[in-house]
């Protein structure tokens, strides 16, 4: 099959939607910082649940997004710049 190629879609759009995304993702976590706040206070159980959920966060970004960018981002440019 041999046609004409498509042009990439614009990327202000979406960047657009990922900073709304971030946004969102700032906010619903000032949100649960307020609920943590208010129900469990500054008591040691407090800081081990904020303890729990930072480990998975934590070895998320280490392994999973830093790998992914890692070896992402160059690759993706070279794409880019062969249809530019």
């Known amino acids: 099959m041999t046609g004409p190629i498509a042009k990439p879609p614009r990327s202000k759009g979406a960047a657009f939607f990922v900073a709304l995304g971030i946004l969102l993702s700032r906010l619903s976590?000032?949100?649960r910082e307020r609920v943590f706040a208010?129900?469990?206070?500054?008591?040691?159980?407090?800081?081990?649940f904020k303890a729990a959920l930072r480990i998975p966060n934590f070895l998320q970004n280490l392994f999973g997004e830093g790998v992914l960018s890692a070896s992402f981002i160059p690759v993706y440019s070279k794409l880019r710049s062969?249809?530019?």
Do not use: E, F
């Open 29 to 31: 976590g000032l949100a």
């Open 38 to 48: 208010h129900y469990l206070g500054n008591s040691d159980a407090a800081g081990a």
């Open 82 to 84: 062969q249809l530019d």
